[in-house]
């Protein structure tokens, strides 16, 4: 062993003889590709023994070095001071630390690298600990992976070798058991607005680069129905976020390495799970209150729904939305409309809460004394039609009959897709008792109707309230009578089949005619304890429905005005089961597995059950046929006010 003595006299000896602009540290002070004693070790020892200018670079700059002032080497080892802490005693001292650093340099090794060079306060304190931390600081082959994870430290061309068997990757042409650490990883997409909240339809993957000659294949899995699909990646790739995911849905993502097509000898990467966030909905206006919350339409008060026109709409109306409700001042048993009076613009929240309104000479109104078919009209829904259908709107709406039952109706409109006008008469819009009646301009088609009617009965059921049709908006903004299209409308009880009073039945299209779905037991095929559910299609033959809860009724103050409870999301796709090509009722998540929503006001408070409850009515659209851009028309009530519609904003796509 050398004495201490001569160790700081050799030093001694040696003392007189670019910015830090990479992301990882290493022992190659000059960058001159090469890591040695009398250079790089003498500037590291001499810094700490507080050499500095000439002094400290003089006779210790390797050849072909890339940092050589003593200004660029000072600020390199100044901001590397956490890194140079070999005996990891929290300081960097030359007669510990450097020490350890040059001696290793020169080949030191076990106690003679050790002996009279570790602080008593340090948390190495073997030869081995030492050894193994400087392999991760130098890269004694400059091929810029550090000795510790460099299979081949002192060969540059090489620096993995993952089938173990002693030939680098690079140079291992030959197939015989490559491996493949992918440290896979599936992590939440934090958003920067709102703040707090992570996104409801994206997650990220994370992976390392598998061996060369090889691509990854992604195998992501929808643990709330099984289904699976692939996704890959480019080749340098080693992220990517998944988009269009469900709400509060966990996803399963296994990866594979792959080098041939049918990747027959593919390398397993491993499996991460993780889960979306629930969505998260924005009202709009100011402050937190019913009274500041934006009026989308200055006398509205429920039963809203609403469609946009696409591009193939008149030239006027592209973009535009029309809004079908119920108005104040005498129009509450009526159906309105409502038109913006500019295109839906995703820059410019304001485009989707400004209307103008024809209440009193558009849409159908309550006649005077009661038809047939209508003495008072719900809810509705205006769907436009494809040319092939007739280029118009029609407009499904629910109206109690001179028999107190109510039943499903539609009328088309007669002006093309104005959809103002429903009277085939010489009025422009319904409102008297003889348009209503046979051979009156506004003489309704029965859609669904009730258990004993000569016409589109549904057995089982007294009442057909409050529908809406899945119209695949994302593939043409019309409805073109596809077979299986599907409908969801309000039962109410059903004596027998469900114990809730509020219940949804289900409904296909058959090219012709709606056709309620039973079960074998005779009974309708039910979501049981829903209200008010809304679709929205997410592509193919998928689709969301949002809805209220009124069997649950924390929150409620009473009175005459609707509760509807927490709302909820469930998920619809085709291809769970049967035909993929319709949306059966089995091919929906049970209502009892629906993911829950959080809705705030304006300023950013979480609404409470309370608020939430008196959601009552609403409609989600994608104003630019784009998932991304999300908003909804809520009605809704502070469980005293007069209810009115306004509109939110989806926040954490």
């Known amino acids: 062993m050398i004495p201490r003595w001569i160790q700081i006299l050799l030093l001694t000896l040696f003392l007189t003889t670019c910015s830090f602009g990479y992301a990882g540290f290493d022992l190659d002070i000059d960058d001159d590709g090469k890591t040695e004693a009398l250079t790089d070790g003498l500037l590291v020892i001499r810094h700490m023994f507080g050499f500095s200018g000439d002094s400290l670079t003089t006779g210790a700059i390797g050849s072909g070095a890339n940092r050589s002032s003593a200004q660029d080497i000072e600020t390199l080892l100044a901001a590397s001071t956490t890194e140079l802490d070999i005996d990891g005693d929290g300081s960097t001292q030359a007669l510990t630390d450097g020490l350890l650093i040059i001696r290793e340099l020169f080949g030191f090794s076990g106690d003679a690298l050790i002996a009279g060079a570790l602080s008593t306060s340090g948390t190495r304190q073997t030869g081995s600990s030492v050894v193994e931390y400087l392999n991760t600081i130098k890269d004694s082959d400059n091929d810029t992976y550090v000795d510790s994870i460099d299979a081949f430290p002192n060969d540059s061309t090489e620096w993995l070798d993952t089938d173990g068997d002693g030939t680098g990757d690079n140079a291992d042409s030959v197939n015989d058991g490559d491996t493949w650490g992918a440290s896979l990883a599936v992590s939440s997409v934090e958003l920067d607005e709102p703040s707090g909240f992570n996104a409801s339809s994206r997650l990220q993957v994370q992976w390392t680069a598998p061996p060369e000659g090889y691509s990854v294949v992604l195998l992501i899995t929808d643990e709330s129905t099984g289904l699976s699909w692939t996704v ?131 849409g159908v109104i309550e006649p005077e004394s009661a038809a047939t078919l209508v003495d008072w009209i719900g809810t509705g829904q205006g769907v436009p039609l494809s040319e092939d259908m007739g280029g118009s709107i029609r407009l499904f709406f629910e109206a109690r009959g001179a028999d107190s039952k109510t039943r499903i109706m539609s009328l088309d409109s007669q002006d093309g897709y104005l959809g103002l006008d429903f009277n085939a008469g010489e009025a422009s819009y319904c409102s008297l008792t003889a348009d209503y009646d046979e051979g009156g301009g506004c003489h309704p088609s029965v859609e669904i109707g009730v258990e004993g009617d000569e016409q589109a009965a549904a057995a089982s059921i007294d009442n057909v309230r409050q529908q809406k049709v899945g119209v695949s908006t994302l593939t043409d903004w019309r409805w073109g009578g596809d077979e299986g299209t599907f409908m969801v409308f309000t039962t109410g009880a059903v004596d027998g089949c469900s114990a809730s009073q509020k219940n949804h039945g289900y409904a296909t299209y058959d090219g012709s005619a709606w056709q309620v779905r039973y079960e074998t037991s005779g009974c309708p095929k039910l979501f049981k304890g829903v209200q008010a559910m809304a679709p929205l299609h997410r592509g193919r033959r998928s689709f969301k429905l949002q809805f209220g809860n009124p069997d649950e009724n924390e929150g409620t103050l009473g009175g005459n005005l609707p509760f509807l409870g927490p709302k909820r999301i469930i998920y619809g796709d085709a291809a769970r089961t049967g035909d993929p090509g319709t949306l059966q009722f089995e091919d929906w998540d049970a209502v009892e597995d629906a993911r829950d929503m959080t809705f705030l006001w304006p300023d950013g408070e979480e609404f409470n059950a309370t608020a939430e409850g008196y959601i009552d009515d609403f409609v989600v659209l994608t104003p630019s046929f784009d998932l991304e851009h999300q908003v909804q028309f809520v009605v809704l009530t502070d469980g005293s006010q007069i209810p009115f519609t306004s509109v939110a904003i989806l926040r954490n796509r």
């Open 232 to 362: 890959s990646p480019e080749a340098d790739q080693t992220k990517r976020v998944l988009i269009g995911l469900k709400s509060a849905t966990s996803y399963h993502v296994t990866a594979e390495a792959c080098n041939s097509a049918d990747c027959e000898q593919g390398l397993d990467g491993g499996a991460a799970t993780n889960q979306t966030a629930e969505e998260v909905w924005q009202l709009l206006g100011s402050g937190h209150s019913i009274d500041t919350l934006t009026n989308i339409v200055s006398d509205s008060n429920a039963k809203t729904h609403a469609f946009v026109y696409g591009e193939s709409a008149p030239e006027a109306l592209r973009g535009h939305i029309q809004l079908y409700y119920g108005a104040m001042g005498g129009y509450g048993g009526s159906l309105s409309v409502a038109t913006s009076t500019r295109a839906a613009d995703p820059g410019d929240e304001t485009s989707y809460a400004d209307f103008n309104s024809f209440v009193g000479s558009s």
